[in-house]
């Protein structure tokens, strides 16, 4: 089965009625006191903060008001509409298509790389409508990550880059010519030379790096990302 082509970042204008909130956390009735933001957060900390991490993302229609959910097999990392309709899923393992008409959620790449210790996070699409995604350690104790990119049309992951912990914040300079992304865990932002029609990126270097205790707001435990 063949994707769709996807539209870029910009896509977010066309989806204020779709993700109010696009991932999986469930806010609690009654939330306990959030932690030092300048102290490391715990995913079970992070459940008691956000509520249980679950495969349901939500979307809250902005004029009515109404929210809707849609149950889906697995956490979700990222995600992507589709021009002809539907989405890309980013679940743990693997990318999906996803019909917010029927629920249908059918596995369209995957990776040998993905395991129990190995799972999909943030991804993004380019300007060429490829689907750009990055994988993280669970345990986020070694660089087993590495960025993956699914090409318009294509079933396979295409890996582009490796040797990172926990995949974060994937962008592009105005000119394509920049991909930056951030290691969540070496608390260090990269920057690497891409070439927007062949989809490769080369000459990885540090942007920025943070160093100090506030280090943790890198960590995401708002259900209002991206």
């Not at 959620?105 to 190995?118: G, K």
Request: proline share 7%.
């Amino acid at each position: 089965m063949k994707t769709q082509r996807l539209r870029p970042t910009s896509l977010l204008a066309g989806l204020a009625p779709m993700l109010a909130c696009s991932t999986a956390l469930v806010a609690h009735a009654a939330a306990p006191p959030v932690p030092n933001p300048c102290t490391l957060v715990t995913v079970a900390e992070m459940q008691q903060i956000v509520g249980p991490l679950t495969g349901t993302p939500r979307a809250t229609d902005p004029a009515s008001g109404e929210t809707r959910s849609w149950e889906v097999p697995d956490i979700v990392g990222s995600m992507a509409i589709r021009t002809g309709g539907g989405a890309i899923l980013a679940l743990a393992n693997g990318v999906h298509t996803f019909d917010f008409e029927t629920c249908e959620c059918r596995m369209l790449a995957t990776s040998p790389d993905l395991n129990e210790q190995v799972q999909l996070a943030d991804g993004k699409v380019d300007r060429r409508g490829r689907f750009i995604v990055g994988f993280s350690d669970r345990g986020m104790k070694e660089a087993r990550g590495k960025l993956d990119t699914l090409d318009p049309g294509a079933s396979e992951l295409r890996p582009i880059d490796d040797d990172i912990f926990l995949t974060n914040g994937p962008c592009w300079s105005p000119d394509d010519r920049t991909f930056c992304h951030a290691d969540s865990i070496r608390k260090t932002i990269y920057a690497d030379d891409h070439d927007i029609e062949r989809g490769t990126l080369a000459n990885r270097r540090p942007q920025a790096a943070l160093r100090t205790a506030a280090s943790a707001a890198f960590r995401k435990i708002s259900c209002s990302r991206r």
